[in-house]
Every structure is written in structure tokens, then in C-alpha cells.
């Protein structure tokens, strides 16, 4: 055997040992899977439906000049049968992690509170939607809006329970309903990272 392949041997035997001796680059340790988190952007946690009568009476006056009387003509009342429905949910885009861990993967996810992201009236009638009555000494009939009064009447009346709507939906109980259900689908969602999260409300 020459000693040029003797020398070149000797060369890959060393370079072979080296290789397997150099120890192993250290991984980076993982991060919370916070950008899974605030990817979803607004989650929708809570589906409300309302349903609701108001009474609303316009009515008819004439100011007297120079005196703080007024005259009244009588008015329009109505009935509204209010329906429609509100989503509340949680801004996911502002969520924050608190404390973690990447040896334990545990984590504290800190969540703005839910709030209502829409409430609408359904003013389609005929799909199931808000529909008036007109009110009068003889009782109630269907109404079809046929004079100025009429119309405005109607429109306040609307007014008046979209109002009650977006405070019926911001009630303390649902609120926390949302609270939960978001909770069911963020922890799943997060363990499925190999991360042990818990929620906090703020």
C-alpha cells in the first residue's frame, strides 16, 4: 500500500470521527403559537336571536306660541314585532401572551373581552322578520305604511328596538356564554400545537 493512500485514508477516518463527535446545533426553543392565535382575527363565539314587541305612539302636537303648551292632535300608534339577531365576539387580533414556557410549552393567552360585533333588525317580513300592527280603540290590525305620520311612526319604532337589541345583546350573561364558547375553541385549538394554554379575560 503507498503511502499517498495511506495518508488519504487516514484523512477520511479523521474526518469521519469529527463529523460524528461535533455535537448537534441546539434548536431554538419554540414559541407560543400566538400568530395561529391572532390569524383568526375576530372569532365569533355567540349567535343571539331576538324577538321582542314594542309600542311606540307618535303623535300630533302644535305648539302654542309664547307659552310652554302644547296642543295635541291625537297620533299614530303601532306595534312592532321586532326580530333579528346580534354575534358577539373576541377581537383575537389583540391577544397576548402573559407568561410561557417553552420548556414546559405552557403558556397564559391574555384575550380582550367579547363584545357585540353586529346586531341588526330583520326587516324582511316575509322571511321571517320584524312586521308592524296599527293600534286603535278597536284593536289591531295589519299595517301597511300609507301616510307621512304612518312612516314615521314606523321608522321610530325601528329605531327603538334596534336600541333595545344592541342592549339586549350586551347583557352580563352573554357576555360570559361568549366567554366559554371561545374558550371551547381556543384551548383544542392551541393543544393541538403540543402547548397547554390558559385563557385570561381582559
Not at 34 to 53: D, F, I, R, T, W
Not at 119 to 145: E, Q, T, W
Amino acid at each position: 500500500m503507498n503511502n499517498s493512500f495511506v495518508v488519504v485514508l487516514v484523512a477520511i477516518l479523521a474526518a469521519v470521527a469529527a463529523w460524528k463527535l461535533k455535537p448537534e446545533k441546539e434548536q431554538a426553543p419554540q414559541q407560543a403559537p400566538l400568530v395561529s392565535v391572532q390569524e383568526m382575527g375576530a372569532l365569533v363565539s355567540l349567535k343571539v336571536n331576538y324577538a321582542n314587541v314594542i309600542e311606540f305612539n307618535e303623535r300630533v302636537t302644535q305648539d302654542i306660541p309664547w307659552t310652554q303648551w302644547e296642543l295635541r292632535f291625537g297620533g299614530t300608534r303601532v306595534l312592532l314585532v321586532a326580530r333579528g339577531e346580534c354575534l358577539i365576539g373576541t377581537d383575537l387580533k389583540l391577544a397576548q401572551y402573559e407568561q410561557s414556557s417553552a420548556d414546559t410549552k405552557t403558556a397564559t393567552l391574555v384575550a380582550p373581552q367579547p363584545k357585540v360585533i353586529s346586531a341588526r333588525l330583520n326587516h324582511d317580513a316575509k322571511n321571517g322578520g320584524s312586521y308592524f300592527y296599527a293600534m286603535s280603540s278597536s284593536g289591531i290590525v295589519a299595517l301597511v305604511p300609507g301616510t307621512e305620520q304612518q312612516t314615521k311612526a314606523m321608522n321610530s319604532a325601528l329605531q327603538k328596538g334596534q336600541s333595545e337589541l344592541e342592549a339586549s345583546c350586551a347583557r352580563p350573561e352573554l357576555i360570559e356564554a361568549a366567554r366559554k364558547s371561545a374558550e371551547a375553541v381556543l384551548v383544542p385549538t392551541l393543544s393541538a400545537t403540543g402547548w397547554k394554554v390558559a385563557v385570561v379575560w381582559r
